[in-house]
Nanobody, 120 residues
C-alpha cells in the first residue's frame, strides 16, 4: 500500500492546516493509521493514531488542538491541526499498518512526508 501525504505549508501561529494522507488501496484494510512528525535534530514522534475500531489517541502536546479522521470512501486519512504553535514545525508523515486479505502479508507503509512550518 502506497501513501501520499500532502497539505503542509507555512502558517502563522494560531492558524490551522489540514493534512491529507491518500492511500493507493482501501483504507478499510488499515488496522491502524498514524501521523508522525520529525523536527530537525529530534526523533520522529507519534502525533495522532487511529485504530480500525475508531479509537483515537494523541500526543499530550497536541491534545485538544489536533484531530485525526478517516474517509473510507476517499481512501484518505486526515489530520486537522488547529491553534498551531511554532513548536509544531516539523515534517509530518503518515503511517498505516494492515492486511489486504486474510492470507496476505501484513504491510507497514509510510508516506513521503509533508513540511509544516509555523511562524511566530
Amino acid at each position: 500500500v502506497q501513501l501520499q501525504a500532502f497539505g503542509g505549508g507555512l502558517v502563522q501561529a494560531g492558524g490551522s492546516l489540514r493534512l491529507s494522507c491518500a492511500a493507493s488501496r482501501s483504507t478499510r484494510s488499515f488496522s491502524a493509521v498514524g501521523w508522525y512528525r520529525q523536527a530537525p535534530g529530534k526523533q520522529r514522534e507519534l502525533v495522532a493514531g487511529l485504530s480500525s475500531g475508531g479509537r483515537a489517541n494523541y500526543a499530550d502536546s497536541v491534545k485538544g488542538r489536533f484531530a485525526i479522521s478517516g474517509d473510507n470512501a476517499k481512501n484518505t486519512v486526515y489530520l486537522q491541526m488547529n491553534s498551531l504553535k511554532p513548536e509544531d514545525t516539523a515534517v509530518y508523515y503518515c503511517n498505516a499498518q494492515g492486511q489486504l486479505c486474510v492470507e496476505c502479508p501484513r504491510y507497514d507503509s509510510w508516506g513521503q512526508g509533508t513540511q509544516v512550518t509555523v511562524s511566530s
